[in-house]
């Protein structure tokens, strides 16, 4: 069974920076790409950004383009997202997913195969 843990979310100003890590545990992470997706309040849950298992590729979203960098170290087993110039409308419940595939499109267009409890950021304007 895959385990999910995020880490590192908080309160946080409007242009400060933030950087969410994702521990895997359970089975190869090597075997899985994945993603960040987040759920602001009152609202769906949307894609944030995406990551091929070697970490080779990758996607961020509308919303974070140019702003939010998605990585991984697979020697740790482990996922980040490197968010800067954070704005009020980042605020939101962030979750990791795994999807077992190597390419990140598995986990854009279905849904992913387990999910973090996820991590809670807090822009403040």
């Known amino acids: 069974q895959v385990q999910l843990a995020e880490s590192g979310g908080g309160l946080v100003q409007a242009g400060d920076s933030l950087r969410l890590s994702c521990k895997f545990s359970?089975?190869?992470?090597?075997?899985?790409?994945m993603g960040w997706f987040r759920r602001p309040p009152g609202k769906e849950r949307e894609f944030v950004a995406a990551i091929d298992w070697r970490g080779h590729s990758t996607i961020v979203g509308d919303s974070g383009t140019g702003r939010f960098t998605v990585f991984r170290e697979n020697f740790k087993n482990v996922l980040y997202l490197q968010m800067n110039s954070l704005k009020p409308e980042d605020t939101a419940v962030y979750y990791c997913?795994?999807?077992?595939?190597?390419?990140?499109?598995?986990?854009?267009?279905?849904?992913?195969?387990?999910w973090g409890q996820g991590t809670q950021v807090t822009v403040s304007s």
């Open positions: 359970g089975y190869n992470f090597m075997n899985y790409a």
């Open positions: 997913g795994a999807k077992l595939s190597t390419r990140w499109q598995d986990i854009v267009q279905a849904e992913a195969d387990y």
